[in-house]
Structure formats: structure tokens, C-alpha cells
């Protein structure tokens, strides 16, 4: 390369101010300009300092970058705008005023790494090259570094046993500068994923419920949480958790019907009865299923007429979180008065039964939703018309009706019909009250009460007038007792016993 000077003075290199620059200058001219003090050589473009470091720089921007995990900590882009004069640069350097935190580059274009998340920072800089360093440039405004979030610190996965549902816990770690946006959750299998995230219901939970997991199989979970600079780190793994193999049931569950009264008596009432469907169980599992019994019969003296007991109330028949209760015994007679008289409450109340000098005594209430689940209903009135008119027990009350009252014209009352069922494949009827009993005192009462569809018991009619037990497995009540004094069976004042309940369980 040949290096020319112009003009050539006798005394060496050209010089001067900056406007008396040589017009026509060739790459490598030098010139000492005496307005900058110092030595400039032409590049082909410009007159560039030959001899003396950079010129100040200024700060053009400071901007977040944001993107980087939070366990590296936040970083700047710090660009520099060079400063007029001064040789050519060589290197850019930028600083933060607090931390001690920096970078370098050879470009205008600085990153400062490493910064303390969701922490302000203000910064400086300057330049350099190989003939020394400059001032440093003023402040820029203050930044603040963000990240993506801290990965949350996990906590438990554990399920009810009695869903394929899991809930899983957590500890928030730091939001990296930015607000949450979501918190997400990760099923794994074996260490894979398996299956669809799912999103907490807002960013500030601490735990969530996981659903549509595969029964027989076993899950770990893992947490991350995400803001605007995107997804944060995963926590570690839960424990693992196995989802239970649930069974859907349809059921039946039937309690033990009441016992009917003694003497003129009331018929008792059906076991409660409850249907469910699409109760899950975990299949594996030991279930304790209860039947309730059937009531036993009131009891009583026919030398002196008056009973000693109402009708006894059937057994509850349970199975997991459904309970049908024991049907309500049967009113009894007591010619003392009106001890024993009214039927009892139960899943159906029992009937009423006469009671002397009292008029006829009422029937049990059945279970209202007020106090639990609907079960049955109540049980019907005795009529006592005296003198020789009627005495005859009301019908217990039935899981489909009511018993029916006793009336002067038709004597003892009915029991309520009972409730069909094709659980078991075909149309089955149960939980029908017991048939009211009836006093032979007149030619024209003689009529006992029907027992109700669905296993209840009949009344005591004449001419035998013997009351009739319930039937077995269908929750019925039994038959209320008659009295026939002088006449056949004259000491037929024992009434029926209740039909013992039933549960069925039907899957797929």
C-alpha cells in the first residue's frame, strides 16, 4: 500500500483545522487535525482518529429481555449510540450502578446477564480500543429484570378412593418479575407424559382436583407455572398415586317392614326404600351390606284386653352411603287408653289401632325429605263407632301411598301400595304396608284391610279372622290383628310380622 501525503510540506505531515482537510484524500492519507488534537488517516469514507481512544458513547436503550429460566436470572440489552470523534471502538462495556453486574461486546449491542429477578437496575457504560478507555457514558432510566417463573415446590397427590379424581398440592415459587397467567399440571406414566395438561382454576391456587385419569393405573405429577415471558421450570414429581378401579352400581335397598298391632289393630307400615343409580364403588373393596328384619308382632292379653307393645318396627337396610329405614310397627289396642294406639313412624309409618275411651288412634308419619330422604308414607286412622258400630285399624302406609283410614261402612283400612322395580330383570313390587285388623262386635264388620301390593300382610277378617304376616325379601308390613269374642278363633287377636328387606346391587 502506498501512503501519500497532500499537500507535502517541508516540515512533514499535513496539518490543521478540521475544515482544511485534504478535498481529494486517498485511503491511508494522514492528517493532523488541530482542532481535535490528533492524528486522523482517511478509510476510503471518512477522516477516523488515528492515534486516541474512542469517543464517549451514549445509551440508545436498556430493554428486558425476560426470556431466560429464573434459576439463570434476568438480563439487559444495553445499546450504545458511539460518540463523536475519538478512534473507532473496539469494545462497548455496560454496568449496572448496583449488584455488580456487567458485559462486554464488540458490537454496540451489550448484554448484561445474571441480573436478580423482579429487581430495578440503572446502568452506565463506555468504550474502548487499544489506545485506552473512555469517561463513562450517563445513567440510563432504571430497568427492571424479569425472568419466567421459579418452578413451584411440589407437594402430594392423593385420591378419595371412591373417584378416578386425584388432587394434587403445591407451594407458588417467585413469578420472575411478571404475573402468573397460569398454573399447569402434568400427568406422567412411568416418567412419560400421559395425558392432557390441565390449568388450575386461578393463578393463585395452591392445589386442583385432576380428572379423566385411567382406573388401575399409577400417576406422578408435575407442576409449572407461566407469565408473559413464558413457561416457567417444572417441579419435581409427586408421589405416585394408583386410581382406584371404580364399579358403577345400580341399586335397591329395602328395609324390614313393621310388625302389625294386636287387636283391632293397625297394620304396619313398609320398610323405607331407596333407589340409586350410578353409584361408583371401587371394585376390591369390602362393602358391609345390612338387611334389615322384619318387625315383630304387637302382644297383648285377650282375658283382659289391651296389648302390651305397638308392632315392632322392622330393621334399617343399608348398603354404602344409602340407608332405607325399618318400617314402622302397627298400632295396638288397649282398653285402658290410648298407650299403644297410634301407629309408629318408620320408613313407612304403621296404622292406627282403637283405643278405648279415646276415639281411633292415627297413623305413623313416613320419612318426609325434611328429615331424610324420601323413603315411604304414612300410615291410615282407626275407626272406633261405638255402640256397635266399628272397630277397625288403619292400613299401614306403603313406599308407593298411603294407608288408607278405617271407615264405619268398609271397615278396616288398607294398606299403601308398594313400589315396582325391574332391577332384577322383570317387574318386581315391593314395600307394601300392612292391612288394618278388624272386631267381629257387629254382623256388618267383618272386613279386614288388604295388605298393599309389594309383600304387605292382610288384616284380621272374618270369619277366621286371622292377620297374615308379610312376605319375605319385599320390606312389607304385617297384617294388623283382629278379635273375635265367643266366635271362632276368638283369641285371633295376633297380628302379622313384617316382611324382612331386601338390597340388590346391579353392574355392568
Known amino acids: ?41 482517511y478509510n476510503g469514507i471518512n477522516w477516523v482518529a488515528a492515534s486516541a481512544p474512542p469517543a464517549t458513547p451514549t445509551i440508545a436503550s436498556v430493554t428486558d429481555v425476560g426470556t431466560f429460566a429464573y434459576a439463570s436470572g434476568g438480563a439487559f440489552d444495553v445499546v450504545f449510540t458511539p460518540g463523536v470523534g475519538g478512534s473507532t471502538a473496539t469494545q462497548y462495556n455496560a454496568f449496572t450502578t448496583s449488584g455488580g453486574f456487567s458485559g462486554s461486546s464488540s458490537s454496540t449491542t451489550v448484554r448484561v446477564s445474571g441480573l436478580t429477578p423482579a429487581t430495578s437496575f440503572t446502568v452506565y457504560g463506555n468504550a474502548q480500543n487499544n489506545f485506552g ?71 393463585s391456587a395452591t392445589s386442583m382436583t385432576f380428572t379423566g385419569l385411567t382406573m388401575g393405573s399409577s400417576y406422578t405429577f408435575k407442576v409449572f407455572t407461566v407469565n408473559a415471558n413464558g413457561n416457567g421450570a417444572e417441579s419435581a414429581a409427586t408421589n405416585s398415586v394408583t386410581i382406584p378401579e371404580l364399579v358403577t352400581l345400580d341399586i335397591l335397598v329395602v328395609a324390614g317392614g313393621g310388625g302389625g298391632g294386636w287387636l283391632s289393630a293397625g297394620g304396619g307400615g313398609a320398610g323405607g326404600l331407596r333407589v340409586g343409580s350410578g353409584l361408583s364403588v371401587t371394585a376390591g373393596q369390602t362393602y358391609t351390606v345390612t338387611v334389615g328384619a322384619g318387625g315383630t308382632a304387637a302382644t297383648g292379653s285377650t282375658s283382659s284386653p289391651y296389648a302390651t307393645s305397638s308392632g315392632g318396627s322392622g330393621g334399617n337396610s343399608t348398603f354404602s352411603t344409602i340407608t332405607s329405614n325399618g318400617g314402622g310397627g302397627g298400632g295396638a289396642y288397649n282398653s285402658a287408653g290410648p298407650a ?12 292406627g289401632a ?6 281411633g288412634g292415627v297413623g305413623g308419619a313416613g320419612n318426609t325429605p325434611a328429615t331424610s330422604p324420601s323413603q315411604g308414607n304414612g300410615g291410615g286412622t282407626a275407626n272406633y263407632n261405638s255402640p256397635g ?17 278405617a271407615a264405619a261402612a268398609t271397615g278396616a283400612g288398607s294398606g299403601g301400595s308398594g313400589v315396582s322395580s325391574t332391577i332384577t330383570g322383570i317387574a318386581v313390587n315391593y314395600a307394601g304396608g300392612g292391612g288394618g285388623g278388624c272386631h267381629n262386635s257387629s254382623t256388618n264388620n267383618t272386613l279386614g284391610g288388604v295388605g298393599g301390593t309389594g309383600g304387605g300382610g292382610n288384616g284380621a277378617v272374618g270369619p277366621g279372622f286371622v292377620s297374615t304376616s308379610a312376605t319375605t325379601n319385599t320390606g312389607g308390613g304385617g297384617g294388623g290383628g283382629g278379635w273375635n269374642p265367643g266366635g271362632p278363633n276368638s283369641n285371633g287377636a295376633q297380628g302379622g310380622t313384617g316382611g324382612s328387606g331386601i338390597v340388590i346391587l346391579r353392574w355392568s
Do not use: C, H
Open 133 to 203: 478507555t473512555t469517561t463513562n457514558s450517563a445513567n440510563a432510566s432504571a430497568v427492571t429484570a424479569t425472568t419466567r417463573p421459579q418452578a413451584p415446590t411440589i407437594g402430594t397427590a392423593s385420591t378419595s378412593g371412591t373417584t378416578t379424581n386425584v388432587t394434587v398440592t403445591w407451594t407458588l415459587g417467585a413469578t420472575g418479575g411478571k404475573n402468573l397467567s397460569a398454573i399447569t399440571v402434568t400427568p406422567y406414566l412411568n416418567g412419560t407424559t400421559a395425558g392432557t395438561t390441565q390449568n388450575a382454576a386461578n393463578t
Open 354 to 359: 282403637i283405643g278405648e275411651p279415646s276415639l
Open 389 to 405: 258400630g266399628t272397630f277397625s285399624g288403619g292400613g299401614g302406609g306403603g313406599a308407593g301411598a298411603n294407608g288408607t283410614s
Open 340 to 351: 299403644y294406639q297410634n301407629g309408629v313412624a318408620g320408613g313407612s309409618g304403621g296404622g
Open 1 to 41: 500500500m502506498t501512503i501519500s501525503q497532500f499537500p507535502i510540506p517541508a516540515g512533514g505531515i499535513p496539518s490543521g483545522d478540521t475544515a482544511s482537510r485534504p478535498g481529494s484524500p486517498v485511503i491511508g492519507d494522514t492528517y493532523y487535525n488541530g482542532t481535535l488534537e490528533l492524528l486522523e488517516i
